[in-house]
């Protein structure tokens, strides 16, 4: 019974988070679609101690987490987690294997959590590469939807010109997709690829052992395991066990022990899988105080915890050398803090990039330095910052991107045109060319023009009013030029 009960509540989050996700996009008609970000005690620890050292506000709905963690143990990872839910659907690839009991490597969760700790200590915030709320959330907003947009696409594209008698049911299908689920464009992300190979990755894993990223990788696992340590809902085993040892085999996390006895309480995700296959009985779940036969050690040894700790100050001057410091084409979305609270408040989740109308922010790989990968950008020539859209701050889910009203957005700066004069046509070609002026959404137009005679000829070249500019990129977006655009938005 309560196996089929946390099946039901997988496939209600996991639809949920689908909800949420699709619906970030304009014209954002719903509220929370941050929601499940804002439940990682991880992001909620890491992200406070890096830019505040004081539990953020933001991060409030995580001590829900915490509280039901301790009353019913690792209840999310089994229950709640859409990537875990993901896992499942896809372990379903792989023939089934027999467990074998590998507590002894489940530390490596413990590490890495140790790992983003200390780091956050000094300022830096790479939780958002490890969480696995952050991490599904960017691989569904711009990879997984992404691909299945372009895939809908094309399947509706090859129906409409190769079979045109379909067009009357086809198209009415297609446009409900575009109304609701794809979008009415294409969005695509610079390094979606290696977002996706990163995601392959963590499925392939699954052939070594079933949810092998939540037993051994996963640092809000190791979070929620140590909160578990203690739970008041404990697994008993009564006298009435034959050891037949079908528990351990069925158990998803090999949180079960010797012949079906022991329970590595940390582990347990409360799947009710080993409660379910008993064919004798034997398997109860209860509110107890005392610890029965649950184990609650995490294997951590010394070596191991100082590795880890040499590890992270190594990797930490790393992580602040900047690539291509003060990289002047790093043009942050309005409403992005000041850069170094920025990075350590963004959860790299891809919310801002998903919900922009115009696919004009991208991640970042090198631009920032290392602790900056998969941060948004705008990259103008791909799509410019619409005037009138705040999106972007609304969906943040840690305040990186701090919310603004339409008024104040119009009047922050986050760039300055320039123009290239070697490329753009009234200067390098003596052609008349009016796009960037025309697009200009300023009211009072950042974009003039300056006549010059060339001959008998008068040409208008365009000149930037730099007090005016207010970077959106609309201007490099427009350009008529095919390839490098005659005007570039830099930071000003």
Known sequence: ?????????????YLLFLFLLINTTYPLNIKGVDFFLTLSPLLGLTTSIACSKFLLVEFLPALVIVIL?????????????????????????????????????????????????????????????????SLITRTYS?????????????????????????????????????EYLIGYEQSIFTGHILIAIIFVIIVLLSILSRRYWCQNLCPLGAVLSLLSFKTLLKKEVNSS??????????????????????????????????????????????????????????????????????????????????????????IRPPGALVEEEFLSRCLRCGNCMKVCPTNGLQPTLLDAGLDGIWTPKLVSRIGYCEYNCILC??????????????????????????????????????????????????????????????????????????KECIGCGICEYKCPLEGKSGIVIIKK
């Not at 997984?144 to 299908?173: G, K, Q, T």
């Open 1 to 13: 019974m309560m196996k089929k009960v946390r099946i039901i509540s997988q496939v209600l989050f």
């Open 69 to 133: 963690t301790i009353i019913l143990g690792r209840v999310f990872c089994g229950w709640v987690c859409p990537l875990g839910t993901t896992l499942e659907l896809t372990d379903k690839l792989f023939k089934k294997r027999k467990n074998k009991n590998k507590a002894k490597i489940s530390c490596l969760k413990y590490y890495l959590f140790i790992l983003v700790l200390i780091i956050s200590l000094f300022g830096i915030n790479i939780t958002g590469w490890l969480d696995p709320l």
């Open 142 to 178: 711009l990879v997984i939807l992404p691909y299945l947009s372009f895939l809908i696409r094309m399947m509706f594209d090859s129906i409409y010109y190769l079979l045109p008698f379909l067009r009357l049911c086809s198209e009415p299908i297609y446009d409900f997709f575009k």
């Open 241 to 330: 066990c034959v050891e037949c040892d079908i528990c351990s085999q069925s158990c998803k996390m090999n949180a079960v022990g010797g012949m079906g006895k022991p329970t590595f309480n940390g582990e347990c995700i409360r799947c009710f899988s080993c409660q379910n296959v008993c064919q004798s009985n034997a398997v109860t779940f209860k509110f107890k105080i005392s610890n029965g036969a649950n184990v609650t050690s995490t294997n951590l040894s010394r070596r191991g915890f100082l590795v880890t700790l040499a590890g992270s100050l190594t990797l930490t001057p790393m992580l602040k050398l900047k690539v291509r410091k003060d990289n002047p084409t790093l």
């Open 393 to 466: 701050s609304q969906v943040c889910p840690s305040g990186a991107i701090k919310k603004i009203t339409l008024e104040e957005k119009k009047k922050i700066v986050i760039g300055v045109a320039v123009i290239d004069k070697d490329v753009c046509l009234p200067y390098a070609k003596n052609k008349e060319c009016l796009v960037c002026e025309e697009m200009c959404p300023t009211p009072t137009k950042a974009i003039k023009f300056e006549k010059i005679k060339e001959g008998k000829k008068v040409i208008r070249r365009p000149i930037v009013l730099e």
